[in-house]
């Protein structure tokens, strides 16, 4: 048994008051302030899912809201049209996901560099389209979507985020600081070096597509299952997939707990410009991505390294 | 069988527009080493270039075809020595961020100035017969402005100094650097001929069909398409590419659903990455 050294100490204690405090927010806030919460969670496990895979390995996901869309499909249509209770309806979907994107991945992840981004996106968009043809409707309910009511609290349904958005950071901590995470690095820092010291990067790729597609797939259930609608343009949005990278170039990709400040600190300026700006929303938010490109790479958290305001570990 | 030909030849000529986008990209990909995302952002201002132009000043919109490209031109240098060429020796996934989040920036600008209104030229309206069928007008004149700018492409390209020495830069960099070619100059010239191209289809766009602020993405998949197609850099590639996706867009179109044939750019990356990753042709 590990033994806790007196430093971490307050670390777990501080986490665990946190959570404590979070899991009992349901109890005297109001519904607005738990919304706001469900939201930053919802983006938290969509950023710190695309940092798994892109931020480790290099390979630039554009096809973020495919793992959203698909899932968000599946577990919808299952509620909806064959009366599936919420609780088995989210994992089926994330399963199915993940189950596809093996597909995807062993297929697309042996295409390199800018192709894999632009297949991603090329897939993401022949879905949608696929999604909304007339082919399809008997299934997808064509263009103009589905709506439904799947029975579920809001607190139920905070409850459900906040587990998925706490697992997912803990799984992305013990990734980032396993041998796993380190080979995922080797090949985002040089794939034909580290292929030829020995690892089987294809096997590893798949694995972390994998992990990151369920994780960002169950998320995406749980969005659609609190928006109580789905259709092709709204699940395979282009809003989707940029909305998460941004938050976590923000807050530093390839780090653990960059994404979840990049979730919850957009996700408050959103709530702020929505109201404000909903014209002029999509402009800001890019003109963002193209500051941080420019001037901030490194993200929050990684310039906090670099200052040493940070341990330069690669745990935070 | 005449109806068929009659496709074939629309699918031609919706080709040869496509094409001069696709080109403009896989020029700037080759040379400049950066994915332009904002490329189909570039077409979508062209074709406002060309209906303002047409409806406040009243310039005739094949003039404004011809001036697009200057124009864009120069607004693609100045872009580039501003922005782009800080990403060139970055990792290529940079610029691909970047230029994601220009292409949402204009978008969005385009949509908040000009609003989501579907607006047209309304210029060389009508069709003509001829041998037993049935052309619009408008499509004709755009299927010659797009050959006559390709083959000056061509000539360029070919011919001229500054067009092998874009050659060379395209080619290997570092050996163009050290034979004395100006590769920063090379790379801030084929960003703007990119981007002029981009421009130049945009306003052969909007003489046949309805603009709005979105319209570049369809654009930059059917490009990316094209890319993929003819062969990562390679211009004549591009060239057959964009054809054989109008072609293809024209018979699916027909034969299937207007629906269908949206999906055919990302089928066809799809298929091509899988089956063919260097492209159809030689390089």
């Known amino acids: 048994m590990k033994t806790l050294s007196l430093k971490k100490i307050p670390v777990s204690l501080g986490i665990a008051i946190l959570m404590a405090f979070l899991i009992s927010i349901p109890f005297f806030a109001s519904d607005y302030w738990i919304t706001l919460l469900v939201l930053i969670f919802i983006f938290t496990v969509y950023a710190s899912g695309w940092n798994l895979f892109s931020g480790l390995t290099g390979y630039t996901n554009f096809g973020l809201a495919w793992f959203i869309g698909v899932s968000g499909y599946i577990s919808s249509l299952l509620i909806s049209d064959y009366g599936f209770f919420w609780l088995y309806a989210w994992p089926i979907g994330a399963i199915l996901t993940s189950i596809a994107s093996i597909g995807v991945g062993y297929i697309l992840l042996r295409i390199k560099g800018v192709y894999f981004a632009i297949s991603m996106v090329a897939l993401t968009e022949g879905t949608r389209e696929l999604f909304g043809t007339e082919y399809l409707a008997p299934i997808t309910h064509g263009g103009q979507g589905v709506p439904f009511v799947a029975g579920i609290k809001l607190p139920t349904l905070y409850w459900a985020i906040l587990l998925l958005a706490f697992l997912s950071l803990l799984i992305c901590y013990k990734i980032i600081s396993s041998k796993f995470g380190l080979r995922l690095l080797a090949i985002r820092e040089d794939e034909q070096a580290a292929e030829t010291l020995g690892i089987h990067t294809t096997r590893d790729k798949i694995i972390a597509f994998m992990i990151s597609a369920f994780l960002v797939g169950l998320a995406g259930s749980i969005h659609f299952t609190y928006q109580n609608y789905i259709d092709p343009s709204f699940a395979f949005s282009i809003h989707l997939t940029l909305t998460p990278i941004v938050m976590t170039l923000f807050g530093g990709i390839g780090t653990v707990f960059g994404p979840f400040i990049g979730a919850t600190l957009f996700t408050l300026i959103h709530e702020i410009l929505w109201a404000e700006l909903t014209l002029l929303y999509m402009a800001i938010f890019g003109g963002i991505l193209m500051v941080l490109i420019l001037f901030f790479p490194q993200g929050l958290l990684g310039w906090m390294k670099e200052k040493g305001v940070l341990p330069r570990i690669r745990k935070i | ?283």
């Open chain 2, 1 to 283: 069988m005449t109806n068929f030909i009659e496709i074939l030849i629309r699918g031609l000529m919706l080709g040869s527009v496509y094409a001069l986008v696709g080109m403009g990209l896989t020029l700037v990909w080759g040379v400049v080493g950066i994915v332009n995302i904002a490329h189909g952002e570039f077409v979508m201002l062209g074709a406002y270039f060309a209906f303002w132009a047409f409806s406040l000043l009243h310039l005739n919109p094949l003039l404004s075809v011809v001036l697009s490209i200057p124009v864009f031109f120069f607004a693609g240098v100045m872009i580039h020595r501003r922005i782009t060429e800080r990403l060139v020796k970055e990792h290529e996934l940079s610029a691909l961020i970047l230029t994601f989040g220009m292409s949402i920036l204009i978008w969005n600008l385009a949509q908040f100035f000009w609003t989501n209104t579907f607006r047209s030229v309304s210029y060389l309206t009508g069709s003509f017969p001829f041998i037993g069928m049935v052309f619009a007008k408008s499509k004709t004149v755009s299927f010659g402005l797009a050959l006559v700018i390709t083959a000056a492409l061509f000539l360029f390209l070919r011919y001229s100094k500054w067009g092998k020495a874009i050659r060379a830069t395209s080619q290997n960099s570092e050996v163009a650097l050290v034979c004395g070619i100006n590769t920063m100059k090379m790379r801030m010239l084929t960003f703007g001929m990119g981007i002029g191209l981009a421009g130049a289809a945009g306003a052969i766009i909007s003489l046949q069909w309805v603009i709005f602020p979105q319209m570049g993405g369809s654009y930059i998949s059917k490009a990316f398409a094209i890319v993929v197609l003819g062969g990562l850099g390679n211009i004549q590639g591009a060239l057959a590419g964009g054809l054989i996706i109008g072609i293809l867009e024209a018979m699916v179109t027909q034969y299937l659903s207007a629906k269908m044939a949206q999906i055919i750019p990302s089928v066809t990356i799809l298929i091509i990455l899988l089956l063919r990753p260097t492209g159809l042709f030689k390089k």
